[in-house]
Nanobody, 124 residues
Framework: QVQLAESGGGSVQAGGSLRLSCAASGRIFSAYAMGWFRQAPGKERDFVATVSGSGGVTGYTDSVKGRFTISRDNAKNTVYLQMNSLKPEDTAVYYC?????????????????WGQGTQVTVSS
């Protein structure tokens, strides 16, 4: 059984930064893509970013390109999401997820294990 645990959420003012971490249990962490999704109140869970098993391929939703960076440390079984220039519209619960394959997708159905989420609140 794979367990994912996010940390690093919090409250910041617009323009600030946060770094989310997601620690994964289980073997062969590097064999799977990892992704970050977010869900605002009353909205669906949306794709934010994904990174391939090796870390060499990344993808982002348009609204965070140039502001967010996804990375991973396979030696530590951890994936990160560095969030800079935060905006109030970035406010949401952020979830990490393990992909079903070595390269991730933008669809939630492409991920089989999910963390419990961490709240990010950006005030104007």
């Amino acid at each position: 059984q794979v367990q994912l645990a996010e940390s690093g959420g919090g409250s910041v003012q617009a323009g600030g930064s946060l770094r989310l971490s997601c620690a994964a249990s289980g073997r062969i962490f590097s064999a799977y893509a990892m992704g970050w999704f977010r869900q605002a109140p009353g909205k669906e869970r949306d794709f934010v970013a994904t990174v391939s098993g090796s870390g060499g391929v990344t993808g982002y939703t348009d609204s965070v390109k140039g502001r967010f960076t996804i990375s991973r440390d396979n030696a530590k079984n951890t994936v990160y999401l560095q969030m800079n220039s935060l905006k109030p519209e970035d406010t949401a619960v952020y979830y990490c997820a393990r992909g079903k394959a070595i390269v991730g997708t933008t669809a939630p159905s492409g991920y089989d294990y999910w963390g419990q989420g961490t709240q990010v609140t950006v005030s104007s």
